[in-house]
């Protein structure tokens, strides 16, 4: 108890700069209450997530057992079944083309526009800037239609590109958002010392700038993937009965048969989260950082 | 001048696909919401003037929806961020250590909309939802069959809602408090202050431009709600968990009543609109965008 009664005056673990690990602080009814609310919500926030996880290796039986089955021989029949003997590989494959080809456009056209919008002030800019973040507050009803209508004459409809095209609008915004605060950080000399030693306005940003916001790059990245990866209504309209279909699409058609096949649809729910979770385990450091330069700036 | 031609050429595709894509769908938009356009009925389309606003404003339908859009909007905004802020200051003051425990408290964040409504329809399942075994266990009959009364199902849409934005809240806040320069901690510990002195006087008051951006986004986030209601109730039981989005979707998409469903979709825009503006006049938020 000698160390516990060493703490500092405010007293609550964590405090010092040494881990609290050393002392007796958490003892403290605040900190074992504070304790338990934090493990309590960690609790119910990852439930449900691990809950799906872990019915779609279970047999059927084991999954709609009552009381729950907490331990149980795993089998990917579930996974079997929808992969190999249905068509979800298919959408599976949509999903990432579509999503990985959303992210490269909206980084690419994206951050050139941020890094000019703020290097330099054109007429327009302001404009620019506050339609940008107004595209943040339509309800996706407002253009799914026109979108539908404009699709329909073009051809559009249930195609990649369609999806890829629609998907641009709402996340070309956050590229340009979270990226403008990065390049608001880099010095304005790093960029006259490259175009003095020879490049160009263009090559300036691609070799010196560009390298220099990867912590950026990584944020954007992470929300833009997201955004279009788990995108729901546009594909319903745009791609929802033909070869573009996505996995949420997928997911949520299934879920509107009379019998829902229960295991099948864990197995399809989990596949379509999984990827998203091991990108999230790789990069999360980086979304903390994107939105300290973004949004609370 | 050169390098200001190169500026214009990089800027251009960002103006080109914000024209093309975004303002044009958005005045079509507009144009649609004062036209009688079903497509089931293509000879019956012409100019409407007012017509579908006047027919929203009579219809009792759309009321019922916007009034259970309101009461959704205040108690998912309210609770995600009492207990978001709650959590972020509780893992600054307990956790600060571990930055992958705070990354866990965000994983819900990254789960598509639709599955997160798939997992609690499941969970939530009158026969065989653990959640609801559960519930029952501790003696709270509050899943299942209460899921098919219209109090329970706003209820579960609500903490469904609450489930997945708070650790959106979590982060904001997290971010907020991650940019409160050390000096200030430091300078406040040797001064003295308690734990709850510290958060009261100052991290709160330095957390408040945070709040506003929070405020904003959730507001806006929680009148977009849609996925996961729709997978979790349909809109049902009866239609008593149908928000003006998803009355909005059933015109648009399965009555093919375009006008009406873009009419909806104005009144609601124009609801986000005034919000965000009182929001930035009263609280000063600042919206940051170049």
Request: net charge positive; with cysteine; hydrophobic share 55%.
């Amino acid at each position: 108890m000698s160390r516990a009664e060493e703490q500092p005056r405010d007293g609550f673990p964590g405090a010092g700069s040494a881990p609290w690990i050393g002392r007796l602080g958490w003892l403290r009814p605040s900190a074992i209450l504070g304790f338990a609310f934090l493990g309590a919500y960690l609790l119910i926030s990852l439930f449900p997530i691990y809950w799906i996880v872990i019915s779609s290796i279970k047999t059927r039986v084991d999954t709609l057992a009552m009381p729950p089955v907490w331990v149980f021989r795993p089998t990917i029949n579930a996974y079997l079944r929808v992969f190999v003997f249905e068509n979800y590989g298919r959408y599976f494959f949509n999903t990432a083309v579509i999503a990985a080809s959303t992210t490269a456009i909206s980084l690419a056209v994206g951050s050139m526009a941020a890094y000019v919008m703020d290097r330099y002030r054109f007429r327009f800019s302001d404009l620019i800037a506050y339609s940008l973040l107004s595209t943040r507050m339509i309800f996706p009803i407002v253009y799914a239609i026109p979108l539908f209508l404009l699709f329909r004459d073009l051809n559009l409809l249930d195609t990649h590109l369609g999806l890829i095209i629609a998907y641009t609008t709402f996340s070309l915004p956050y590229a340009v958002w979270i990226m403008s605060g990065f390049f608001a950080a880099v010095p304005r000399e790093i960029d006259e010392a490259a175009m003095v030693d020879g490049c160009s306005r263009f090559g300036a940003f691609c070799r010196v700038i560009l390298p220099l916001t990867a912590p950026g790059l990584a944020a954007a990245t992470i929300f833009i993937l997201l955004l279009s990866w788990n995108e729901f209504l546009f594909a319903l309209v745009l791609a929802g009965g033909g070869k573009a279909k996505t996995l949420p699409v997928a997911a949520a058609q299934l879920i509107g048969q009379r019998e829902i096949q229960w295991n099948e649809l864990c197995a399809v729910s989990t596949a379509t989260i999984l990827p998203l979770l091991i990108f999230f385990s790789l990069v999360h450091k980086y979304l903390l950082r994107g939105m300290i330069a973004g949004a609370v700036k | 001048m050169k390098d200001r031609r190169a500026a214009m050429a990089m800027v251009s595709p960002t103006v080109v696909i914000v024209a093309l894509v975004f303002v044009y769908p958005l005045l079509v938009s507009l144009w649609t919401s004062f036209q009688y356009k079903v497509l089931s009925q293509p000879d019956l389309n012409r100019f409407y003037g007012l017509g579908n606003y006047q027919w929203l404003w009579k219809e009792p339908r759309f009321w019922d929806a916007f009034s259970r859009s309101i009461v959704f909007l205040v108690f998912t905004v309210a609770l995600s961020i009492a207990v978001g802020m709650l959590v972020a200051l509780l893992l600054d003051h307990y956790c600060s250590h571990w930055p992958w425990l705070k990354a866990l408290y965000l994983v819900p964040m990254v789960v598509t909309p639709v599955v997160v409504g798939i997992q609690w329809r499941f969970l939530l399942n009158a026969q065989f939802g653990a959640l609801t075994w559960l519930l029952e266990a501790i003696g709270l009959p509050i899943g299942g069959a209460w899921l098919t009364k219209p109090i329970g199902a706003m209820f579960w849409v609500i903490v469904v809602d609450i489930w997945y934005y708070t650790p959106m809240v979590i982060l904001l806040f997290g971010a907020g408090l991650e940019s409160i320069p050390t000096e200030i901690r430091d300078a406040s510990r040797v001064d003295g202050a308690t734990a709850w002195q510290r958060t009261r006087y100052i991290f709160v008051p330095m957390l408040k431009p945070v709040l506003g951006v929070t405020l904003l986004i959730r507001t806006i986030g929680g009148l977009r709600a849609f996925d996961t209601i729709l997978v979790i109730t349909e809109g049902g039981p009866g239609r008593a968990t149908e928000v003006v989005n998803l009355l909005a979707y059933r015109y648009g998409l399965q009555y093919f009543d375009m006008g009406k469903a873009s009419a909806m979709g104005w009144v609601m825009l124009v609801l986000a609109l005034v919000l965000t503006v009182l929001y930035i006049r009263l609280l000063r938020v600042r919206v940051s965008v170049s």
